[in-house]
């Protein structure tokens, strides 16, 4: 899977579960805007750990050296 597709999927995912926040947890205003905040932040803070190591995989910092036995 692509970076973008993969993006999508977060941003979908992170949709469902704010929807599901909004019908399951109902108690007022100022609760819904809690916890939307922490759905929100939960999916960019996973996206965000997800892009990181998607991204470091393709120039990594340290290339492997095979030993001549090997």
Do not use: D
């Not at 922490?38 to 190591?53: D, E, G």
């Amino acid at each position: 899977m692509g970076f973008v597709l993969t993006t999508l999927i977060f941003a979908a995912i992170g949709i469902i579960a704010s929807l599901c926040a909004r019908i399951c947890c109902n108690k007022g205003p100022s609760a819904n805007l809690f916890h939307l905040t922490l759905v929100i932040t939960a999916t960019v803070c996973c996206w965000l750990m997800w892009a990181i190591v998607y991204l470091a995989q393709m120039n990594p910092l340290i290339v492997p050296i095979l030993s001549e036995g090997e």
